[in-house]
């Protein structure tokens, strides 16, 4: 009799402490073999039902057919099921004390009907041949990313191209997966990050509200079609993220919520397990079991999905017990403060053992707040993040690029104070979805001026992100000027590149700029380091420019980043340079391909011994209209004075007052 998958002592032990890391190979739906038979085993956690049962269609959904039993004292139930196999749909029928029962998705499922439908299907992870072994090798267990370039493509799946000829429109991830890496190799792109692919009911969450964690969701096909996509995305160079859900999750009956009649897996206390504004419940962290189906199934994307990485968002909605509550709608911690001493625990754990078990993993925190050392060690006090969305660098910067030019000089701050924090945690500049939706306007529609004005604006917008210190993020439609919101409803507004030049020139701008950004080490080497950035002159509001350096280790092809945030053309402008030699314009956003003016500087440009900008040499070029000029240039220390040779009669005077000391 096989019975090595079922629930053992160990696998109690280890979940009841919140250390069992690869519980979902044991909780959920699995294909085994019992006394010669096969079929499923079920295993479920709802410690205060009466009874639990599986119910499908093998059994017309009857609660009585087939009873679990309860594994000792642990909470979990159990049962074999013989002749049941994949594509098997169920559900477990859940007997609260009251009497109450309620037909429930299965937590660990890895498999789900399409919405509005939403039984659990069982299904085997075993059968998709990866063909990734060279990627994971060199990325899952080696250092993370701090000095290589990162440029990453947020995506909805549902909404980056329809094809109207499948219901809702939805494309499956093996089209998505050879259209989007085509797409993501052409631009330049290292990453895709896909907004929520866990199964969620309700198409207009965007996936942030998760009723399957452990299920890739079905509108875009199978389980094995996703391990396809991110297998075909790591043969193209292209490394997965994705978006990842620990703070809340819906109140569907079928979720989560209640789960055995009582509450389970969100905080008892209203005040600690419900979010007012989301209408959505909350974890309780403090409880092992919630906090191992939490940290597994981090885990079971990385492991069993050969993903790169996950981005968790709302972790502020996680760090604080007042955040989007009013007095009166939180409790303080055991000190009478707001952080959420459970949560903190919780994603310093998630983060250790995850560096711990896959190193190469990435952990990106969405945290809005000035919460200290999200991205610092564990040990240090840290909640030990490898990379946080920076939030106020998006804040200001949008702020400062909304302006109309002529009142920038007031906002010269706007632009430059993300500078001073740039190296207290490792960032990543982010233009997310958040910024494009809800009134909020696309990007070229929240620039000020004219068209063509619109278009500069951007431009320089982008260019000073490229060359800003930190990782960068882009939503989709953003890198060709969609005008149009985004809408999770209907697809990109790709006919804009078929129609206007205008819209193909921008997004030729941004394809060059991506990969001039993957060229230059001067832009990733040494982007947690003050080492790798220099001012040259931040200051200049009256004019609204901003010039500085990106330096490299070894000091060679370093970068001079000028940036003129006005419509004015300057024909001889000067600049300070921090050393002597030849500096060579290498990119210049005013190019006539890119919709600019056509005013660049050709030619190498040699630095004069002439102080501007209070440093000792300096260079004139030509200065477009919201251009962003970039010069390359080696990193010399300028020539000492020479020393003053003697006179005869310096020699006879320095040696009579030598002898006159002695």
């Not at 809702?168 to 890496?181: H, I, P, V």
């Not at 866990?198 to 207009?204: R, V």
């Not at 009142?407 to 997310?432: G, M």
């Not at 002597?580 to 030619?603: H, I, K, M, Q, W």
Request: proline share 5%; charged share 25%; with cysteine.
């Amino acid at each position: 009799m096989e019975r090595d998958h079922r629930i053992e002592d160990m696998d109690m032990y280890l979940m009841a402490r919140g250390t069992h890391y690869k519980i979902y190979e044991k909780m959920g739906a699995h294909l085994a073999e019992e006394n010669g038979m096969k079929g499923t085993y079920f295993s479920v956690w709802a410690p205060n039902a009466r009874s639990v049962a599986v119910v499908g269609d093998f059994n017309d959904w009857d609660d009585q057919a087939d009873k679990m039993a309860p594994v000792q004292q642990s909470g979990i139930w159990d049962i074999f099921i013989p002749g049941i196999g994949e594509g098997s749909l169920y559900k477990y029928a859940v007997e609260a004390q009251d009497g109450k029962v309620v037909f429930k998705a299965d937590p660990y499922g890895n498999a789900s009907q399409l919405r509005p439908d939403n039984a659990s299907i069982v299904t085997d992870l075993n059968h998709f041949k990866w063909s990734d072994e060279s990627w994971l090798k060199a990325h899952h267990h080696v250092d993370k990313t701090a000095e290589k370039p990162m440029s990453i493509y947020e995506v909805h799946l549902g909404s980056w191209k329809k094809d109207y000829n499948s219901p809702d429109g939805f494309m499956n991830y093996r089209t998505l997966a050879e259209e989007l890496a085509e797409y993501i190799s052409y631009m330049g792109y290292t990453h895709v990050e896909l907004m929520g692919i866990s199964e969620h009911p309700f198409d207009g969450s965007w996936g942030y509200q998760v009723t399957g964690y452990y299920s890739p969701t079905a509108r875009y096909g199978t389980p094995e079609d996703f391990m396809y996509f991110v297998d075909y995305m790591h043969g193209r160079g292209i490394g997965v993220i994705l978006d990842w859900v620990p703070a809340h999750f819906p109140k569907d009956e079928f979720g989560l919520g209640r789960f055995d009649g009582t509450p389970l897996y969100e905080h008892p206390d209203p005040r600690r397990g419900e979010h007012p504004d989301w209408g959505t419940y909350c974890f309780n962290y403090a409880k092992r079991e919630v906090s191992n189906f939490l940290v597994a199934n981090a885990l079971f994307w990385i492991e069993k999905f050969h993903v790169d990485g996950l981005r968790v968002d709302a972790v502020a909605s996680m760090l604080y017990l007042d955040y989007g509550r009013k007095n009166g709608q939180w409790v303080p911690n055991k000190d009478g403060g707001n952080e959420n001493y459970d949560a903190i625990e919780f994603l310093k754990h998630l983060n250790s053992i995850v560096e711990k078990r896959e190193p190469g993993a990435m952990i990106i925190a969405e945290e809005s707040t000035a919460w200290p050392k999200v991205t610092g060690e564990t040990e240090d006090g840290g909640l030990g993040f490898t990379f946080k969305w920076n939030m106020g660098w998006m804040h200001d910067f949008l702020e400062y690029l909304q302006c109309d030019p002529f009142f920038r000089k007031y906002h010269q701050s706007e632009l430059t104070f993300s500078f001073s924090y740039a190296y207290s945690e490792k960032y990543v500049l982010v233009l997310s979805h958040d910024e494009v939706v809800h009134l909020k306007k696309s990007m070229i529609e929240k620039m000020p001026g004219t068209m063509p004005e619109k278009f500069g604006n951007l431009r320089a917008g982008y260019g000073l992100m490229i060359m800003h210190p930190g990782k960068k993020l882009l939503f989709m439609g953003q890198d060709f000027a969609q005008h149009r919101e985004w809408s999770e409803e209907r697809s990109l507004d790709w006919d804009l590149l078929d129609d206007y030049e205008e819209h193909r020139q921008f997004h030729r701008y941004v394809r060059d700029i991506l990969h001039f950004y993957r060229e230059y080490g001067a832009l990733y080497e040494l982007d947690d380091s003050p080492e790798g950035f220099e001012w040259i002159n931040g200051a200049d509001a009256e004019h609204n420019m901003l010039t500085f350096c990106r330096l490299t280790k070894d000091r060679k092809n370093c970068l001079l980043c000028h940036f003129n945030f006005s419509p004015v053309v300057y024909d001889k402008f000067r600049s300070g340079v921090p050393c002597p030699g030849t500096y060579t314009e290498v990119f210049n956003s005013n190019a006539l391909e890119y919709g600019g003016d056509g005013r660049v500087n050709s030619r190498p440009v040699t630095a004069d011994k002439m102080n501007w900008d209070y440093k000792d040499y300096s260079i004139g070029y030509h200065l477009g209209p919201f251009g962003v000029c970039i010069f390359s240039f080696d990193y010399k220390e300028a020539p000492k004075p020479a020393a003053k040779r003697l006179s005869a009669d310096d020699v006879h005077r320095l040696a009579g007052h030598y002898k006159k000391i002695g």
